[in-house]
């Protein structure tokens, strides 16, 4: 297997393609048995292997979904005190909220399920995602021409309307105010996700601006915005007395006790079971990432079940690895070549450095320059990289231009063996990661 993965890994930096297909489809075809030929009325057949072994895959599939946000709170795992921070923000205190964190560490599935929290509170919850080169303006609409008749007293909604088409086409958030005050008259959340890919930094103190006048104005109307670090100081930096009328949640990795309960979740929906070194090794690499858990978790059940197997060992969990880089790739080639070309030609020394900075990014929005010790894989890996001076001229840092990659490239380290690099130029250290192979 680790053979015809190097072998897959070197003919793709070539630019032969891969050896295989990379990734296990849904929909791999099977071959059924022949049914058996008897003269007599039989019992009901059990299911084909074929259909079987599909229904194992979309049951996985379903339970290990990465793409789409969780719908409710059971799925959601380790988040129960941010969860329970923003509802008592929102609903009790009334008060706008920020919830940052990397990519994968579960925000828009803890809004979804706020949204689905409020609206049981009798809230209306508006949910949009932000477009890089919108205006204010651009951004707000969306949200006003939402906006239910359940927001409103009623047979406001119609004077509602009529004030909204006479508002000049780039209005700014005084108007916005003043637009809803005395009209909207229900528990409003409006979700701005991904309010992070706002470049217009106006935009940004635009939507402060509207947060702290309808604070001011006690217009039951919230902002709940969602990012990354970064967002809370953008927001906040022209308006620093909105901090009191703000909630921050900040969302880190996910505990080892969450971690273990989000497996076990999938163990009883699907029926396939990790044993522990599989559990081990899959958790080392997702860094308390909910995202990078359910998709190596999914890989992995996908590589047991294709094989006959029940039970996911570690053996499943390298393929499974193998599978979600590989499907990765081809979302973010560029990454991926380099990750390949690196870790293929570098020492243990090396895999070492790229492994240190690979966790320190899977757990932090920007990893600190403040000493040398990361130096080495910087330089390995500057054109996946985003530089980033801090405020007071000193505190630089750095983070992946991809944040899903650090558990991406510590899946390869993971599955490249280090007699193929480090152990053939005579290395005498052992690296970090070899215990998992």
């Known amino acids: 297997m680790l053979k015809s993965w190097i072998a897959s890994l070197t003919r793709w930096l070539d630019g032969r393609g891969w050896a295989e297909p990379p990734v296990i489809e849904l929909t791999h075809r099977y071959t059924p048995p022949a049914a058996p030929v008897v003269d007599l009325p039989a019992d009901p057949a059990p299911a084909s292997t074929a259909t079987r072994l599909i229904g194992d895959r979309r049951r996985i599939a379903d339970t290990f979904d990465a793409a789409r946000p969780v719908r409710t709170r059971g799925e959601l795992f380790g988040r129960a005190v941010e969860l329970d921070h923003l509802l008592a923000a929102t609903l009790d205190f009334h008060q706008h909220a920020v919830i940052h964190g990397a990519r994968g560490s579960g925000k828009t599935s803890l809004v979804r399920v706020l949204g689905e929290h409020a609206d049981e509170s009798g809230a209306v919850v508006l949910y949009f995602a932000c477009e890089p080169h919108a205006t204010f303006a651009d951004i707000i609409r969306l949200y006003l021409d939402a906006l239910p008749p359940a927001a409103f007293a009623p047979g406001g909604q119609r004077a509602f309307a009529q004030k909204l088409e006479q508002m000049p086409e780039n209005f700014g958030p005084r108007a916005f105010v003043d637009l809803v005050a005395d009209r909207v008259t229900a528990p409003t959340i409006l979700i701005f996700d991904e309010f992070d890919r706002i470049e217009d930094a106006s935009v940004k103190s635009d939507v402060a601006a509207a947060m702290k006048l309808l604070s001011d104005a006690l217009v039951p109307v919230l902002f709940v915005l969602v990012g990354i670090a970064r967002t809370v100081s953008d927001v906040v930096a022209g308006h620093p007395s909105l901090r009191r009328h703000m909630r921050i949640v900040s969302l880190g990795r996910i505990g080892a006790d969450s971690v273990d309960a989000l497996i076990a979740r999938g163990e009883a929906n699907t029926g396939v079971r990790f044993d522990t070194d599989a559990r081990a090794m899959i958790a080392d690499a997702a860094c308390g990432s909910p995202y990078h858990l359910r998709m190596l978790a999914g890989h992995s059940s996908l590589a047991a079940v294709s094989s006959d197997a029940d039970i996911v060992t570690k053996a499943h969990t390298r393929t ?41 990014a899977a757990t932090m929005d920007v990893v600190l320059l403040d000493t040398d010790r990361y130096d080495r894989a910087i330089s390995m890996l500057d054109p996946a990289l985003v530089r980033e001076r801090g405020n007071d001229g000193e505190h630089d840092g750095v983070y992946f231009r991809d944040s899903t990659a650090p558990q991406m490239l510590i899946a390869l380290l993971m599955t490249t063996p280090v007699s193929t690099t480090a152990a053939r130029l005579g290395a005498p250290q052992e690296s970090n990661l070899a215990n998992t192979r």
């Open 320 to 360: 499974g690895f193998v599978d979600a880089f590989s499907h990765w790739a081809q979302m973010n080639e560029p990454d991926a070549r380099l990750f390949a070309k690196v870790v293929l030609g570098c020492t243990l020394e090396q895999r070492d450095a790229l492994e240190a900075l690979a966790r320190a």
